[in-house]
């Protein structure tokens, strides 16, 4: 039978997954590289190394110096390497580098999981959803009148 220690831990790797699939859902929305699998893999991952560390941690305590935090150090490091493949740069402009940081903060988002901290992995991922969207339009028009700026000083019409 399944305990209620681990149909908590079931709990956690599912709101982990939830919160990466909404952040993939944007990222779909907006057609880049990585989705609504990728983040839902990084993010319920994540939490489930911390589950898996803290889970350890109670198995050895006081036979081990085993911290989780470093566990979650190796994480964000390993989750660095992810996001580094999918940066590009082609031709004057490089690509990815929004989805490889969304990424490394979905990986914090499961972090935060995998501690039980809820309330801040989904406060982040609201914040991270706002910056995805709202930001994202926000600096699309920013760059459409510095770029109409230069466009006008090019062509001498300032």
Not at 125 to 146: A, P, S, Y
Request: aromatic fraction near 10%; proline fraction near 1%.
């Amino acid at each position: 039978m399944i305990d209620s220690q681990t149909l908590g831990l079931f709990f956690q790797l599912t709101i982990a997954m939830l919160l990466g699939s909404a952040l993939g859902i944007e990222r779909n929305l907006a057609k880049k590289t990585a989705g609504m699998r990728t983040y839902a893999l990084v993010t319920m991952g994540s939490a489930l190394f911390i589950v898996i560390s803290e889970l350890v941690n109670s198995s050895y305590a006081g036979i081990t110096g085993f911290d989780p935090m470093r566990l979650a150090a190796g994480i964000v490091t390993g989750i660095g390497f992810l996001g580094a493949g999918l940066i590009i740069f082609r031709e004057p402009k490089l690509r990815g580098l929004t989805t490889a940081a969304g990424l490394w903060v979905s990986c914090g988002i499961g972090i935060a999981v995998g501690f039980k901290l809820y309330v801040i992995a989904i406060f982040a991922t609201i914040l991270t959803l706002f910056i995805f969207t709202t930001l994202w339009k926000i600096e699309e028009r920013i760059t459409g009148i510095v770029e109409s700026h230069d466009d006008n000083l090019s062509h001498g019409l300032e």
